[in-house]
């Protein structure tokens, strides 16, 4: 390739084999090779002088020379042209790579998460620093994980600001564990909401460090305010006070939910609570009562079950006598009011909600919010006495409130 001459600066392109290069690496050196002097023009007549050696690969280089090239030894400049490239091939030939690792890294697990909510922070509220109080906010980069464990064999965990992940690839799974484990802090009497299906988004945690990796939220949740408090945190908090959570505290949260939800038909039950306290919060009476009453009917179905077994019914009469379709639960209700197993303002309060639960279905009757509070309130009651958070045995029959 010939040198290309121009007024005070001469680049000198060679090539062995130029046209083989990627293209942006040609449209690169076209540009250098166009581009105008910048200063003081150099006279032609000066000697040239080396302002830049750059080697592409062990077929190209460019160098960048300010002067008259023409003026130069052109043998001379050819032989330091093979020399360079003879020096370039000699270290390529004598380049060992890098031995590969002793043993491939650990895949991250793919699973999903979201933010608890209302926000809590986990072991304690972080103090915010002087820059913090000058530019305002908190910075909440990076996050820090304060929580991992297990939960139901799944690898689970929490950062301080409350964003929880747990290593299950597949959504909705996800979604109900995490909703299970909400579940019970509600029994407790504190405020969560539950976790949408598509308010969970993919998240991946690192085997070995237990960090949490790439994760989102959707921006249509209510629980995106609390992303974007982390990447560009306002002068205010979105939420200025939450509950804190001490480690010690959120662990046995985990630990406890493990249990009480080993029972399939109590974990849905509890799943159902959550929905009902969300969609009342919501003000979706009508959603919170029917869900609420779905907890309550299960529950009568299991204590009528139970009723018969103790009576020595015989197993298919017993199976006869629970099945639904058959035996309706406004049949429970009378026969276990009979049976002295519910007392009589109990049974007076479960054929007013059974006959709401009835118009609902049938004519679309609306519902007020004190109905739907005291249909959550005796759902609430069953399931805290069935997971012992209440001061009774686990499975009595205490129907409402």
Not at 22 to 28: K, L
């Amino acid at each position: 390739m010939e040198p290309t001459h121009s007024k005070g600066r001469t680049p000198y392109l060679g090539n062995a084999g130029f046209s083989n290069l990627p293209r942006h690496h040609r449209e690169m050196l076209y540009r250098y090779s166009k581009r105008p002097a910048s200063g003081t023009l150099w006279e032609t007549s000066r000697k040239s002088r080396v302002r830049c050696q750059i080697f592409l690969g062990t077929e190209a280089f460019v160098w960048y020379l300010r002067g008259d090239v023409s003026k130069e030894d052109h043998s001379k400049l050819a032989l330091e042209i093979i020399q360079g490239a003879k020096d370039q091939a000699r270290a390529a030939k004598n380049h060992k790579p890098p031995p590969p690792p002793l043993s491939e890294p650990n895949p991250p697990i793919n699973g999903h998460g979201s933010f608890i909510f209302p926000p809590i922070w986990i072991g304690s509220e972080p103090k915010p620093t002087f820059r913090e109080k000058a530019m305002g906010g908190r910075l909440r980069f990076p996050q820090v994980t304060i929580f991992h464990g297990t939960y139901k064999g799944r690898l689970i965990v929490a950062n301080d600001d409350g964003f929880l992940a747990i290593g299950e690839n597949d959504r909705v799974k996800a979604a109900g564990l995490l909703n299970e484990i909400m579940a019970v802090r509600l029994l407790d009497g504190k405020d969560v909401f539950s976790f949408r299906e598509q308010e969970v988004g993919e998240a991946t945690i690192d085997p070995v460090t237990k960090q949490i990796g790439s994760y989102g939220v959707t921006s249509l949740s209510l629980r995106a305010r609390l992303m974007e408090e982390r990447w560009n945190p306002p002068r205010i908090p979105v939420y200025e006070k939450r509950d804190v959570v001490t480690v010690d505290q959120f662990k046995a949260w985990i630990e406890r939910a493990d249990r009480v939800t080993q029972d399939p038909e109590l974990a849905e039950s509890l799943r159902f609570l959550l929905e009902a306290y969300t969609h009342l919060e919501d003000s979706a009476y009508m959603e919170s009562f029917v869900l609420s009453w779905l907890v309550v009917e299960k529950h009568l179905y299991t204590v009528w079950k139970r009723f018969l077994k103790d009576e020595g019914v015989s197993r298919p009469r017993r199976d006869k006598l629970a099945k639904p379709g058959g035996w309706t639960v406004d049949h429970v209700i009378e026969s276990l009011s009979l049976s002295k197993q519910i007392a009589s303002d109990e049974y007076l309060k479960l054929m007013s909600m059974k006959s709401l639960r009835n118009d609902i279905m049938h004519e679309g009757e609306r519902v007020s919010k004190e109905q739907a509070e005291q249909a959550f309130e005796s759902a609430a009651r069953i399931l805290r006495q069935r997971t012992g958070t209440m001061d009774s045995q686990p499975g009595d029959a205490v129907l409402t409130s």
